[in-house]
């Protein structure tokens, strides 16, 4: 198959494509077609002799290497099975399977969850007898999160305790305690959570030169995509493979960097011409997935962050809408806009090409309570896992301890059915099998013979070594009846989920590669419809966003304290992340950008609403990037009337002032002469000052 690579690049692109020697950048704003450069440059390299397996690309998600591997084999009419492709932590992964002995592991170790780490911190901190019955002591997911942006930005607890969260300083020694013996336990228990999998990765070929030699010949080119969410210890990574950097290429955009609160760095980005000197950058100005107006609104957003690289991106799609800006009411009500908005777009294009994107899962929970009352189908990214369901974790727990018996938290799921075997009995027969105690073991299973029987299961098929279906299949013959028991009401609901690990298995030869792959990638959780087949809008947090793009984009609750999130707002390091996070959400659009301002949001906290300021980042846009609409009490959504000259803003600008829109009180109470209101009395309210005339009859009055 011949492709003209030419025709379908433009110069820039195709000088990164072809370049042949040397490291390479590619630096460019959003859109710019820096990911198609590198499936291009994929199958530009495997059409010219390499071969797929000395390629190593690297990505922030499997899916998304998938995808690049799908677009490069269809370009040349050729698999590319054989290139190593994934994340970091997947590749990481799959490196240490065959050498974590060297670094003081058992054999095999199994990866820890989010839920499995909190697990393990509680007994460390029981344990130690740390903070007891100190209610202010950092809760685990605070200590958890300390201790691994510790790691990430290489700063010592104390340090990072001081610069961050000084209240927390008089907790310092405890929780360095704390932080020492999580990490023993998890050594001792061959656990790694996603922080260990980079830092003994790159431990690993520090001390194994041999292999490090081999990995990098194998991967004469290394690529990686979305390079300033690289924190530090994968940066190093990417050096130790790729060598002299001969082979070497990174992409991404500066002003795209939103993982700095996880330890990102973007100087990794900005000092890649350093680390690999004569490195040709390659810049790409123009954008070819938006229309002009929703970029003239995200270049406008960028014009006061602080970014380094400049770029001047232009699209060649002059004649598309201006982006809105739509005031509503409250967040309930911004819910039934935003479907209305859906709707009205679905007339045009397909559900799939419609995203709602919000900062954080929870704030779409009202669209998705009227598109389930309505019956249109959606899917959500960056909400619940599939592996988060109890009965599939329970699954995998039998899974782990056939990989890994001292697996202490899979041994406290796989056992948690059986009377007596708390957590401490749990951990001494955990203890007894590291140890080789035999008459501990048998002792245990005696008494409880539910644990002899699981134990056996796993023993049996640690021997036997089946394919991943077969085991499972076993384990599902095993816990059916347990199944049942413990989810009277919803077991066959919940059956689905088991239906789809078998599915999920059958693609696996190896265990360890399976049970890798669920825990740092597993699939969102899947509703009872066949969201593939059939044709559904698109929920998902910005994060998850990241790479993605749609027809129409609609970001909801651009309200300061939600995005900007409230914790943002105290340090300005991490607004300018936030104002990242907003242009990439932008950024995912083509043809429609919505931008939804509710006056007032629920507390969740608090309960009840409170009024709502408009997100700090809308109210620096010039007016004229976007047009304004607004939804009245009436719930019609209206271009916005525009206010008198030196007139206050509308009430949402002060929280402080209740406001209302009403028929007005008395007839005749309003002056309105020479364009300016008065005031007016209301029976309940009192006096109150008109600020807006809402034609035909209504105003809208800040009363004290
Ligand atoms: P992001 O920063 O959001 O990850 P990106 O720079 O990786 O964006 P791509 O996703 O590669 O951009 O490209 C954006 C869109 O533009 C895609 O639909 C892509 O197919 C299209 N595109 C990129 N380059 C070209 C080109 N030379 N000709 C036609 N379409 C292109
Ligand atoms: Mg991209």
């Not at 004469?220 to 130790?240: C, G, I, P, W, Y």
């Not at 075997?421 to 539910?450: H, S, V």
Request: glycine share 6%; hydrophobic share 40%; proline share 6%.
């Amino acid at each position: 198959m011949s492709i003209d690579f030419e025709k379908q690049l433009n110069p820039a692109q195709w000088q990164a494509v072809r370049a042949a020697h040397g490291p390479l950048l590619v630096i460019a704003g959003a859109g710019s077609g820096k990911t198609r450069t590198i499936a291009y440059r994929l199958a530009y390299l495997v059409r010219n002799g390499v071969a797929p397996e000395n390629i190593l690309l690297l990505t922030f998600t499997r899916k998304a290497a998938q995808e690049m591997l799908f677009r490069a084999s269809s370009l040349i009419g050729q698999e590319l099975g054989g290139v190593a492709g994934g994340t970091f932590h997947s590749f990481a992964g799959s490196i240490l399977r065959r050498y974590a002995s060297v670094l003081g592991y058992p054999d095999r170790f199994t990866i820890m969850d989010g839920p499995d780490m909190s697990e393990i911190l509680g007994q460390v901190r029981a344990e130690l007898g740390v903070g007891k019955g100190d209610k202010a002591f950092p809760k685990k997911k605070t200590i958890l999160g300390l201790i691994s942006k510790s790691r990430n930005k290489e700063v010592d607890l104390a340090m990072l305790l001081e610069r961050e969260s000084p209240h927390m300083l008089h907790y310092g020694d405890d929780m360095i305690r704390i932080a020492r013996t999580y990490a023993e336990f998890k050594l001792r228990h061959g656990l790694m959570d996603y922080d260990d999998l980079l830092f003994n990765l790159e431990r690993l070929l520090l001390e194994r030169d041999d292999l490090a030699e081999f990995l990098r010949m194998r991967h004469s080119h290394v690529m990686v995509d979305e390079f300033q969410d690289t924190n530090k210890v994968q940066a190093r990574l990417v050096r130790q493979l790729a060598g002299d950097g001969r082979g070497v290429m990174a992409v991404g955009d500066d002003a795209q960097s939103i993982y700095a609160f996880r330890g990102a760095e973007v100087r990794n980005i900005l000092a890649f011409p350093d680390t690999f000197p004569n490195t040709t950058i390659v810049r790409l100005e123009e954008n070819y997935r938006s229309v002009q107006p929703i970029l003239e609104l995200t270049n406008a957003l960028l014009r006061n962050a602080t970014t380094k690289f400049d770029k001047n991106l232009f699209s060649r799609r002059t004649d598309g809408l201006k982006p809105q800006l739509i005031n509503t009411v409250s967040d309930q009500t911004q819910a039934k806009v935003v479907v209305d908005k859906i709707l009205e777009l679905s007339r045009s294009c397909r559900l799939r090409d419609i995203a709602v994107l919000f900062r954080a899962g929870y704030q779409s929970y009202p669209v998705e309570m009227l598109l389930n009352k309505i019956g249109l189908r959606f899917r959500k990214y960056g909400g619940l896992k599939f592996t988060d369901a109890a009965h599939v974790k329970d699954v995998l727990a039998y899974l782990r301890l056939i990989v890994n018996p001292a697996d202490l938290p899979a041994w406290q799921r796989a056992v948690s059915h059986v009377k007596g075997m708390g957590p401490k009995t749990c951990n001494t027969f955990c203890q007894a099998l590291l140890e080789g105690e035999q008459q501990k073991i048998a002792r245990t299973t005696k008494k409880f013979p539910d644990v002899a029987a699981a134990f056996d299961l796993i023993n049996a098929l640690r021997h036997e070594k089946p394919a991943p279906t077969s085991a499972l299949q076993r384990i599902l013959e095993f816990y059916t009846p347990l199944f049942q028991d413990r989810y009277p009401d919803d077991y066959p609901r919940r059956q689905a989920g088991l239906d789809q690990l078998l599915q999920i298995a059958s693609g696996f030869t190896d265990l360890d590669a399976f049970l890798a792959e669920l825990t740092l990638e597993s699939p969102e959780e899947s509703r009872e419809e066949d969201c593939d087949v059939e044709d559904h809008v698109v929920l998902s947090t910005v994060h998850s966003a990241k790479g993605l793009e749609w027809s129409a984009v609609l970001v909801i609750d651009l309200v300061n304290g939600r995005f900007p999130s409230r914790h943002a707002m105290e340090n300005s390091e991490d607004l300018e992340e936030e104002r990242r996070l907003l242009y990439v959400a932008c950024t995912r659009a083509r043809d429609y950008l919505g931008l939804f301002v509710p006056s007032s949001v629920y507390n969740r906290f608090m309960g009840g609403s409170e009024p709502a300021l408009p997100s700090l980042f809308v109210s620096e846009l010039p007016p004229s990037c976007y047009e304004e609409l607004r939804e009245n009490y009436l719930g019609q959504v209206k271009p916005r009337t525009p206010l008198p000259a030196r007139e206050p803003r509308p009430f949402c600008n002060n929280p402080d002032t209740p406001s209302h829109s009403a028929p007005l009180p008395s007839p005749g109470a309003a002056r309105h002469r020479n364009n300016t209101f008065g005031h007016c009395r209301h029976k309940i309210f009192g006096r109150g000052k008109i600020v807006e005339f809402l034609p035909p009859n209504r105003y809208r009055i800040n009363f004290p």
